[in-house]
Structure formats: C-alpha cells, structure tokens
C-alpha cells in the first residue's frame, strides 16, 4: 500500500456540495472582486483569529509585503526573521526595501530564539518578523516582550499555523499583524493562491486595502500609491468560509495523526514534535529529525516502498542565491544543523489512521 504525502481529493469528496453550493451563489451574484463573499470571510477569519479585522490578499506572500509596508517598514530599515523558513519570509522584506537579518532557532520547536533576535537588534531594526513554523506558535511571550522594550513592530508570518495557539492566544493575534496564506495544502486551504492580514489597528485598514487595489480604496477615483493587483477573490472567499467552519475538525484529525506517529516513532532515534508547554500545535507538517547523516537513506528508504517525503526547508534563505549578497555573514548553528536533518512525513486531516501505521512500520523497518 503505497501512502500519498497529501491527496487533496479526499476533502473536496467530503465538502463537495457545500463548495459547489458557495461557488454557485458567488457566480449568480456576478461579485467576483472584493465582493460580498470576501467581505463575510474576511470578518469570519479576524473572529476566529481573535481580532477585529482581516484583509484579504492575493497570496501569504504578498501579506507579508503588504502588513510591512502599512507599518512604514521600508528602506533604510532592518527586520529580524529565522532562517529556517521558507524563502518568501525573506522575499517580503526585500519587496518592502527593508533588509533582513536572520537569526537562530531553537532546536527543539524549529521556531525563533528570542535570544538570538536580542543579539541582531541595532538603531536600524525596526521590526521583529517571527515564523510560527511548521503549526507550532514562537515563543511570543519573550518576542514581545522584547519588541516592546525596544519599541519594535511585530508582524507575524502564520502562514503555516491556522488555528494554533500559545496560551489562549491564536497565531496571529499577537503582534501588530498576522499574516496568513491559504495555499491549496496549508490547515485552511483554497482552490488556489490567497493571503491575509489580520489586525487589531483600524490605522492599518485603508494603508493595506489601497496597497492590495492599486493604490486605491475603491473601484473608480484617483490612485493615492503605488499598489499591487493583489486582492482575494470572490470564488476562492467563499470555498475558505465553507472550510473555515470545518477547521477545527481538520484539526483535531491532523492531531491524532501526529499522536500516532509519535506513539508509534517513540521507540526509533528519530527526534520527534511535540506540543510545547502551553502551546496548541496544529502540525501543518509533521517533521522529524533522522540523526547520523542517513536521511538520504531514509527517504529512499520509504519511497521505494511508496512513501514520499519532502523537505521543509533543506537550504536557509541565508544561503539561498538571492539573499547571499545582501545578509550579513553568520553562523546559525541549530538552523544548519536542523537543515541536514529534517524529513516531513505524510500527514493531512483525511489520512487513516492505517495509512500512518504503514509510514511508521516502514521506518521502524528501516532501523531495523
């Protein structure tokens, strides 16, 4: 029995008519564009989020973009970001004219050390840009305590953690803004590219709805910036709110997978996940370390028994090619060492509990 690293079918086949339902409304309406379907998304999400408003986007990306623009982050200016992300954490800052500046992890959440971040701050950092990676929260607690302290804004890159939180508090919830992506795979996925902001600053809302329309707040009328075309459509809006009421179940179903790999791995060399004190994850991936440079073997291991695995993120965006003329030299031991030894292994909310069992006797077959 071969095992799919995510089938995107499985969930379709269960929401199928509610979807066909919300895309038909939207299409009878004729709203396409910021119409009454991204309008009731957008306060959907802020409510889940625990915010008061959201913003739809284009992409994670462009999210990320715009939340530092609206804050004023621009040239001149330094944001501090983990290395052990993917690439387009980094591409934001430059797309905003600020420079990034990477720091460290902690070993064992993959997620941004607050000691490492305190070490990078200079007259030039303006912002601290934490990845909640993987669907694990950051240690926001000491981030903002921090960015308080030094009077820095905070934009959260969520991208990848819908629905987790440390403490009562959800991803995204903590900063200045939260900045979300609903790539068809993420926790809360659309048929296609989308993003948003969340925030809890009425002065953001204007800034980021003229960035995403072309410099304007409407449909006519003068352009008051420089703007994208980057606005979350009508179509992708509705099949998101249909979701959305699902999300939770999606994520509970993601979770005990995960529980089942760890029950099942505890016994290997592998080092596994695991909630953090106080933190709710959502295990977006569910990614292990395979320690004594066989990950190579591993992966050929399992795919020769019809396992795939990726990996999230084997090169740093300090040393990806567009990054390496522009960051500051410096040694990111944990990031480095992570790198050489993350897998992510199958895990989506429709996986069967079988299917995990299969994943997991081949691993223990290959320590074997």
Not at 128 to 140: E, F, K, R, S, T
Not at 250 to 272: C, H, M, V, W
Not at 280 to 308: E, M, N, Q, S, T
């Amino acid at each position: 029995m071969s095992v799919p690293y995510f089938d995107l079918t499985r969930q379709y086949a269960q929401l199928q008519n509610e979807i066909e339902t919300a895309i038909r409304d939207v299409n009878r309406s004729g709203a396409f564009i910021l119409g009454p379907a991204v309008q009731a998304f957008e306060q959907a999400f802020a409510n889940y989020c625990g915010v008061k408003f959201g913003l739809g986007a284009g992409s994670g990306t462009d999210a990320l973009t715009f939340a530092l623009r609206a804050l004023g982050i621009g040239k001149g200016d330094e944001v501090i970001l983990p290395s052990f992300t993917f690439v387009a954490t980094g591409f934001a800052i430059l797309f905003a004219g600020a420079k990034p500046v990477f720091a460290d992890v902690d070993f064992e959440t993959y997620t941004m050390d607050p000691k490492s971040v305190e070490k990078l701050i200079t007259k030039r950092t303006k912002a601290i840009l934490p990845v909640h990676l993987y669907g694990q929260v950051a240690d926001m607690d000491s981030l903002m305590a921090i960015a308080k302290k030094k009077k820095l804004k905070v934009i959260e890159d969520a991208c990848q953690a819908h629905g987790a939180r440390r403490g009562d508090v959800r991803a995204g919830a903590f900063g200045d803004a939260g900045c979300f992506s609903f790539y068809p795979t993420k926790n809360l996925g659309a048929f296609g590219d989308g993003g948003m902001i969340v925030t809890d600053q009425q002065k953001l809302v204007e800034k980021i709805q003229r960035l995403r329309n072309l410099g304007r707040l409407t449909a006519s009328g003068p352009h008051h910036e420089i703007g994208w075309t980057s606005r979350l459509d009508s179509l992708q809006a509705a099949i998101l709110n249909v979701k959305l009421k699902h999300l939770d179940q999606f994520i509970d179903k993601r979770r005990q997978a995960a529980k089942r790999y760890e029950k099942n791995l505890s016994s290997t060399p592998l080092g596994l996940p695991r909630d953090k004190k106080n933190s709710f994850h959502v295990y977006h991936l569910y990614v292990v370390l395979v320690p004594d440079g066989k990950r190579d073997a591993f992966r050929k291991f399992l795919a020769d028994r019809g396992i795939r695995t990726l990996l999230h993120y084997d090169l740093p965006v300090h040393l990806q090619p567009p990054f390496k003329k522009i960051a500051a030299p410096r040694s990111l031991p944990v990031t480095q060492k992570l790198s050489r030894q993350i897998v992510s292994l199958p895990l989506f909310p429709e996986m069967t509990m079988e299917e995990v069992d299969r994943v997991t006797d081949s691993i223990k077959d290959f320590y074997r």
